[in-house]
């Protein structure tokens, strides 16, 4: 049986840098996650690396300020999967929040950022709101630009996990944490890898459940003690719409409802709000409500009716849900976004975390403070790999063979197709050209710009196993591909998916 100082159950953001955090560390480590990394909640948030504007006014004071240092960092770690972007707030006459409290907000906002802010906010000039081509004039009293960034959330994850197993945690999607027995002094993990159908068991000192909304399921099967936090959780809706149509990012106030955003983000419109309970079983596929789909589409074409949205350019539509800590707030969108956590420790000594909440922005100050908390009563085995804030994720490192693969791409037809690999998996793109010049039968083309190469890398670096991992998750390939181009990817991963 197979021994580790730290289990990690859950590849969503927060399981992902946790075990990052616990290698660079020096502690033996395992991830798991049941299906593909990012496949829930970390897939289908807002795409915001955010201190969060609008927690301001419930005076959330040190959740902003937390989050604007980690913008900071995310963006020196990630600087290919973070991006700054700047964000327009219009006011209307008879809006619920004046223009005053609105420039206050900025205001707060960019001295809480202080020397780590990015461009400072402003009240746009009549000139430069002539500019806004797209937004409802009718009305209008002002409107604020302040920065913040965005981020590819499912990308941050995998890369993250990468990460981890890169400084030498084992990590595993397809696999699912099953159960947990105590014996002496550490937990016997039962796991079922998906990839075989096999059952096996691991030990491990320390057990961390990072299940997100399954959470409070596991932590009911892991330890009798009923002392975890009340929990709502609480959903939220995006359009991901193919228009040129709206070019700037805007946080739109309705009258008496709920934000939505309105973003560009990779070369598409992304179109969000959140906060509707949700009381449904599932937790992985969670359903839009017809409810929520129309209030989209309705504070949209109220605040852009020059270019009104009509549901067939609709390509997308997810929803995804976070636990929150349920101090009985009547509106769920006070509900704190503060991450929580509990810790226990058995007789035996073995010590158990469990998880909730929080926000893709903090995940790694978040992971940070458990795995010091870890390490305060478990001493990691090995040596520090280095500092997670400061450590580019896999995308960000120089590949030290980039200039002779360059040189050897000259003239190939594969030249063509570098920019993509670059664009979709940023270093990522040498290991490709690597196979792709060693191995002459890897460069058979499968779809448009897409060879065996790109696909094989998909699968032995980046670790997919569902044709849906690669079209949603690694990319955003199932807006591009025809139905055939994706049949005949998906037949050829069947053929090459890596079963151990
Ligand atoms: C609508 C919405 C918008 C949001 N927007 C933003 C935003 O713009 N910016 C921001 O910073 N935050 C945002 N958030 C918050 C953020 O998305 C979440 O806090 C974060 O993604 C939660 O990550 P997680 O790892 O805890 O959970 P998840 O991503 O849900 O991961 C949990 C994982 O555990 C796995 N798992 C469950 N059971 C098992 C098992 N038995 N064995 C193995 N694995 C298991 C699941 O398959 C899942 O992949 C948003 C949240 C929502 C709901």
Redesign the pocket.
């Known amino acids: 049986m197979k021994e580790f100082q730290v289990v990690v159950?859950?590849?969503?953001?927060?399981?992902?840098?946790l075990a990052r955090e616990a290698a660079y560390r020096g502690f033996k480590t395992m991830l798991?996650?049941?299906?593909?990394?990012?496949?829930?909640?970390?897939?289908?948030?807002?795409?915001?690396?955010?201190g969060?504007i609008r927690y301001l006014e419930q005076g959330r004071m040190g959740l902003v300020f937390e989050?604007l240092l980690e913008r900071k960092r995310l963006l020196h770690i990630a600087p290919h999967l973070v991006t700054p972007l700047r964000f327009h707030i219009p006011v209307y006459q008879g809006d619920q929040r004046p223009a005053w409290m609105i420039g206050l907000g900025c205001w707060l906002y960019d001295q809480l950022a202080g020397g780590r802010n990015l461009e400072a906010s402003h009240r746009l000039t009549k000139a430069e709101i002539s500019q806004l081509g797209e937004l409802k004039k009718e009305g209008l009293k002002a409107v604020f630009a302040y920065s913040d960034a965005?981020?590819f959330?499912a990308r941050l994850?995998l890369e993250t996990a990468l990460s981890a197993s890169d400084a030498g945690a084992e990590v595993h999607n397809q696999?699912?944490?099953?159960a947990a027995k105590r014996d002496q002094d550490r937990f016997i993990v039962e796991?079922k890898n998906f990839r075989n159908g096999t059952r096996l068991e691991v030990s491990t000192q320390v057990l961390i459940n990072?299940?997100?909304?399954?959470?409070p399921?596991?932590d009911k099967q892991i330890t009798a003690k009923p002392k975890r936090p009340g929990l709502k959780l609480?959903?939220?809706?995006?359009f991901l719409v193919k228009t040129g149509a709206v070019n700037h990012g805007f946080l739109t106030l309705p009258k008496g409802g709920r934000i939505v955003?309105v973003l560009p983000w990779q070369g598409y419109l992304l179109i969000?709000t959140?906060e509707s309970l949700y009381e449904g079983e599932d937790?992985?596929h969670i359903p839009p409500s017809e409810e929520e789909k129309e209030y989209l589409l309705k504070v949209y074409n109220e605040y852009f009716p020059n270019q009104p949205l009509d549901p067939s350019q609709i390509l997308h539509t997810y929803?995804?849900?976070?636990?929150l800590i349920d101090l009985g707030e009547a509106d769920l969108g006070k509900m704190s976004?503060e991450?929580h956590w509990e810790s226990e420790f058995f007789a035996g000594g073995q010590g158990y975390w469990a998880?909730?909440?929080?926000?893709?922005?903090?995940?790694r100050a978040f992971a940070e403070q458990i795995i010091s908390e870890v390490a305060k009563h478990f001493g990691p085995l090995g040596p520090s790999k280095g500092d997670t804030a400061q450590h580019p994720l896999p995308g960000a490192l120089l590949p030290s063979d980039a200039e002779s693969l360059r040189a050897r791409l000259k003239g190939d037809p594969a030249l063509a197709l570098k920019d993509q690999w670059v664009r979709r998996y940023a270093s990522g793109w040498a290991w490709i050209a690597r196979r792709y010049l060693d191995h002459p039968e890897t460069q058979t083309l499968l779809a448009r710009g897409f060879c065996l190469a790109e696909l094989t890398y998909l699968v032995e670096r980046e670790k997919v196993w569902e044709l849906e991992d690669i079209l949603l998750r690694r990319s955003l390939l199932a807006f591009e591909f025809t139905q055939d181009e994706k049949t005949l990817i998906g037949q050829k991963l069947n053929e090459i998916r890596v079963r151990p």
């Open positions: 159950i859950g590849g969503g953001i927060n399981g992902a840098g798991v996650e049941q299906g593909d990394f990012a496949q829930a909640t970390s897939s289908q948030s807002s795409k915001l690396i955010h969060g989050a965005q981020v959330d994850t696999m699912a944490f099953v796991l990072a299940a997100g909304a399954w959470a399921v596991l609480v959903r939220g809706i995006h955003f969000g959140t937790r992985l929803s995804g849900v976070r636990p976004r991450a998880l909730f909440g929080g926000k893709i922005t903090s995940y």
